[in-house]
Nanobody
Framework: QVQLEESGGGSVQAGGSLRLSCAAS????????MGWFRQAPGKDREVVAS???????SYADSLKGLFTISKDNAKNTLYLQMNSLKPEDTAMYYC????????????????????????WGQGTQVTVSS
């Protein structure tokens, strides 16, 4: 059974940094697409960043250069380093895993695919104050 558990959220002032972690279990970690998503109150869930089996990454355009996604296959852990945080980054942050049949070459950019077929953690709250 796939299980994902996020940690590392909290409250920080604007300009600060946080590092989120997502511990995964129950599947062959390296074979899945992995991603970070966020949802602010009253808004749709959106993609933050994703990473494929080889470690290739992609980001939401507005977050390039500010956030960094990475993973440690030996520890089955996904990370999100968030720098220069802004109040608009306040949201619940989720990690998700998506099977692509044994190896993730191209990470789906359609969030509906992740919602319909992915495995999700419970989320960790990030609050950025001005």
């Amino acid at each position: 059974q796939v299980q994902l558990e996020e940690s590392g959220g909290g409250s920080v002032q604007a300009g600060g940094s946080l590092r989120l972690s997502c511990a995964a279990s129950g599947y062959t970690y390296r074979s899945y697409c992995m991603g970070w998503f966020r949802q602010a109150p009253g808004k749709d869930r959106e993609v933050v960043a994703s990473i494929d089996s080889d470690g290739s990454t992609s980001y939401a355009d507005s977050l390039k250069g500010l956030f960094t996604i990475s993973k440690d296959n030996a520890k089955n852990t996904l990370y999100l380093q968030m720098n220069s945080l802004k109040p608009e980054d306040t949201a619940m942050y989720y990690c998700a895993a998506l099977s692509r049949g044994g190896y993730c070459y191209n990470v789906p950019t359609n969030i509906k695919t992740w919602v319909d077929f992915g495995y999700w953690g419970q989320g960790t709250q990030v609050t950025v104050s001005s």
